[in-house]
Each structure stands twice: as C-alpha cells, then as structure tokens.
C-alpha cells in the first residue's frame, strides 16, 4: 500500500513537473538561447548537486553492465533533450506535447526486447487509443495530419526526441535494476552532462559567446528549469523501479493536458478544445493500460 501510494505521488510530481520545464526550455530558446546551451546548463548544474550525494557511493562495486547502459543512456538522453528543446524552440506545446504520447510505444516495444516487459490485450488497445488521440491534436495544425506536417523540422525534432528519450527510459531501468534510484539519477545528471557538452563541439559552437548572452535575469528561469527537469528524473526514477517501462511512460501521458493547457496560457496557441478532446482520448488510452495490466 505504501509503494502505491509514493508511485502515485511519484506520477503526480512527473506528470506536473515534465511541462513546467517544457515552458522553461520554450522561454529560453524563445529568448535566443541556443537549445544545447539550454540542454548542457540542465545537465550541468544538476551535475554540481550530485557531487554531494555521490560522496557516499561505492562506485568501485558497481557492476559493468551499470556502466554500459550508463554510458549508452547518457548518449540517448543528451542528444534527445537536445532535439526536445530545438523542436519547443520552433513549435507550439500544445502540439508537441501530445506526439510524446507515442513515447509508450517505443517504451513497450524496448521493454519487450531487453527488459522481457510483453504487454497484454489490454495495453495494445490502450497504444491504439494514444495514437488517435494524437492523430485528432495534431489534425488541429494548418498541415492537418500529413505528410506535410511530418516535414516540419519542429514535428521531426520532436519525433527524434521521443524516440530517443524512450530508449533512455529502458537504460535508465537497467541502470536502476544494476544500481539504485539514486544511483542512477547521477548517472544521468553526469553522462548527461558529458555527452551534451561533446555536442557543443559537434556543432562547433561558441561556448564562451553563448555563455556571455546569458543575462543576470535568466539564472532564475534556468534554476527554476533544473528544480523541474531533477523533479521529473527522479520520480521517473522511481515509477521505473516500481512499474514496467511502457506502462510507466503512458501514465506520464496524462501531462499531455497540463502541456495543452500551458500552451494555452502562456504562449496563446490556439484550437484548445480540438486539443484538450485528442489530450483526453490519449489519456483514456493510458489510464486502459494501467487499470488492465494485469490482465
């Protein structure tokens, strides 16, 4: 009864915690911050707050496999988070909130192949369910669901970015099977870290210049954007440990309203009740698979 109740805590928190920082990231890149200066500062200043609590870890004991799937996450992670942010630079939140929805498919489609996670009936008509729904919020666009849309440079960024953090999510659950919740929230924050600053490199940017664009007025969003990206890695953390992967990542669908609804707010994009309809048909889908997974 008391993991129930802390994953669902857990699940709230995600849920709350994933568009918050969406908003961030969008201000950010909105105010001519380039996206991977955004996604190695994230993974930076988190990484400065691990050194604490590393102290106490036997790193030494750790076994290889650990430090496979460490390193293989970091990658996956990084140039995901990079993409995610490059797409909420150009597109609406309200429409690339809900693509993420297909984030559980590939979740369950990992957990199958290296975690044994096979999904039952129930969680295929749930999957069905999350791909109309977004299908019916991604018809609210001009290109209408499309080979059109599918050209954007936004949507491919997006599509990229979900693909890559699903993949992630099944690393980080072998990282936690071979460690710890904890344990494996620094491995993120450090490999993170690492692989996002060799893409700086990658793309041949101007660190020092970047850094100087940065004004006195930013650090708060910046600290307000590593106080919800660490809130989202360490309760996904813990759903991870206590669920399936792709169970876990569908019940994190139920953000897709918050990010319809903050769109709305803060950036005034428009067709909010088509959107809020696909969000809630998309949730439905979710909430099938989590209800029904034992059955």
């Not at 909420?88 to 690339?96: I, P």
């Not at 295929?124 to 729904?133: C, D, K, M, Q």
């Not at 970047?210 to 007025?217: F, K, N, P, V």
Request: hydrophobic residues 55%.
């Amino acid at each position: 009864m008391a993991v129930t109740l802390l994953t669902s805590i857990a699940v709230l928190l995600r849920i709350i915690s994933n568009p918050l920082g969406n908003v961030f990231q969008k201000k950010l890149a909105s105010n001519g911050h380039h996206p991977l200066i955004i996604n190695f500062l994230t993974y930076l200043l988190l990484s400065v707050i691990c050194v604490f609590i590393a102290m106490n870890v036997q790193w030494h004991v750790l076994p290889k496999e650990f430090w496979i799937y460490s390193i293989l996450g970091g990658i996956a992670g990084a140039v995901g988070n990079g993409f995610l942010i490059k797409a909420l630079e150009k597109g609406d939140l309200s429409v690339l909130g809900p693509i993420n929805s297909y984030k559980s498919v590939v979740g369950i489609i990992g957990g199958m192949i290296l975690l044994n996670e096979i999904p039952n009936l129930w969680g295929i008509i749930g999957v069905a369910l999350i791909v109309y729904g977004s299908y019916y919020v991604l018809n609210t666009t001009a290109d209408r669901f499309s080979w059109a849309l599918l050209k954007k440079k936004e949507i491919q960024f997006r599509s990229w970015a979900m693909i890559l953090t699903a993949i992630e999510a099944v690393f980080i659950k072998k990282i936690i099977l071979a460690s710890s919740t904890t344990i494996a929230f620094i491995s993120w924050c450090w490999f993170g870290a690492i692989f996002s600053f060799l893409l700086l490199f990658l793309y041949k940017l101007d660190f020092k210049k970047e850094i100087t664009t940065i004004g006195y007025r930013n650090w708060g969003s910046y600290l307000l954007l590593i106080l919800c990206i660490g809130t989202m890695q360490l309760t996904t953390n813990y759903v991870l440990e206590n669920m399936d992967v792709g169970y876990a990542l569908s019940l994190f669908q139920l953000s897709t309203i918050i990010s319809v609804l903050l769109g709305y707010r803060f950036f005034k994009e428009q067709d909010i009740r088509k959107k809020l309809i696909g969000s809630a048909i998309m949730i439905t889908g979710s909430i099938v698979i989590i209800l029904f997974k034992d059955y």
